[in-house]
């Protein structure tokens, strides 16, 4: 699996991820009883070393259980039979998200594509990695992350973004616009809401991953305004 210094990043994409854990699930009921068998439905080798990669790739987007041999999250379950497309791409946001470098550099850089020149400075900082091993490890991530957040929906459900644009829009006590995010028009049931003033947050009821992935958005926004206010003082 590349690494940086400090931190790893899965070597296959969104698509290829999915499509794994799809087999796994539909053909398998989402545990795996031989490796060989499996193995040869993904198109390898037990033993070889890339099908032990993308294992591993895939326990890096929490798609598979991380001890117990191979079987699939329930998050991978989501994905692959949502109740709908929101759920779908929430779930999708959430794997990405599992990535912590992706992680790290989305609270760093959002969905922007620095140059390499710039893009290997935002690796050093948030990895802590020695600047050669940035520097020759940036075409590579930029890549990767640049596909991976191409999957990443902002705005979507209790995704909180800055960039909610097709949004209702409103004026702050300082003139400026803000978002006011959608209430859900068909009052659906099987969604928890929470409404306050102009907050609106809904996750499908009684699915705590997706209580808990809300919680870590709100906090990752949270820091994010932090560090902008304190760089404006």
């Excluded at 053909?27 to 390898?44: Q, T």
């Excluded at 050669?132 to 999957?151: L, V, W």
Aim: charged share 30%; glycine share 6%; net charge positive.
């Amino acid at each position: 699996m590349p690494k940086t210094k400090k931190i790893e990043y899965p070597n296959i994409g969104i698509d290829e991820a999915i499509r794994v854990v799809s087999t796994l699930i539909e053909k398998l009921n989402g545990e795996v009883k031989n490796l060989d068998a499996f193995a040869s439905m993904v198109g390898h080798t037990a033993k070889s070393g890339a099908f032990l990669v993308k294992l591993g790739d895939l326990r890096k987007y929490a798609l598979l259980e991380p001890r117990g041999g191979v079987k699939a999250t329930s998050l991978a379950k989501t994905i692959v039979h949502p109740l709908n497309e929101q759920e779908k791409q929430e779930s999708i946001n959430k794997m990405i998200m599992n990535v912590e470098l992706w992680r790290l550099l989305y609270q760093k850089i959002g969905k922007n594509y620095p140059t390499d020149e710039q893009f290997w400075s935002y690796i050093m900082e948030v990895t802590n990695c020695e600047r050669n091993e940035a520097i020759k490890e940036a075409d590579k991530i930029r890549k990767k992350y640049k596909e991976a957040m191409s999957y990443y929906k902002e705005g979507e459900g209790f995704t909180t973004t800055e960039k909610q644009t097709d949004a209702p829009q409103a004026e702050n006590s300082q003139g400026k616009q803000k978002q006011i995010p959608r209430s859900n028009p068909q009052g659906d049931s099987n969604m928890t809401e929470i409404k306050f003033e102009e907050i609106y947050i809904s996750f499908p009821r009684g699915n705590l991953d997706a209580a808990e992935t809300a919680k870590e958005l709100i906090e990752m926004q949270i820091k994010k305004l932090k560090k902008s206010t304190s760089n404006s003082e």
